[in-house]
Nanobody, 125 residues
Framework: QVQLVESGGGLVQAGGSLRLSCAASGRTFSSDVMGWFRQAPGKEREFVAAISWSGRKTYYADSVKGRFTISRDNAKPTVYLQMNSLKPEDTAVYYC??????????????????WGQGTHVTVSS
């Protein structure tokens, strides 16, 4: 079964850190662009970060640039999102996603065709 499984969410105080993991299984993901998105209550799903298949190129939303870091280990295969200096506005369900067919872009949900179930992140003030 092809799937992405996120973990690492939880409750953290503002200024704290969390590391999210996304474990992939069922197919080879080493050639896929991988991304993280988030959806806060009452809001649309938004792009957070993406990483090229090699890991050499990374992309971030302006709201998380300098605080979040995306990385991947194709041997495992797992994608990570290190989140530092967390703010209450980072509270959301975070989703991992894969482009199993290259789209040429990376920052919209329609670019991705495989999604995880999400992990909750709550940042208290």
């Amino acid at each position: 079964q092809v799937q992405l499984v996120e973990s690492g969410g939880g409750l953290v105080q503002a200024g704290g850190s969390l590391r999210l993991s996304c474990a992939a299984s069922g197919r080879t993901f080493s050639s896929d662009v991988m991304g993280w998105f988030r959806q806060a209550p009452g809001k649309e799903r938004e792009f957070v970060a993406a990483i090229s298949w090699s890991g050499r190129k990374t992309y971030y939303a302006d709201s998380v640039k300098g605080r979040f870091t995306i990385s991947r280990d194709n041997a495992k295969p797992t994608v990570y999102l290190q989140m530092n200096s967390l703010k209450p506005e980072d509270t959301a369900v975070y989703y991992c996603a894969a482009q199993t067919r290259f789209s040429g872009t990376y920052d919209t949900a329609n670019d991705y065709d495989l999604w995880g179930q999400g992990t909750h992140v709550t940042v208290s003030s």
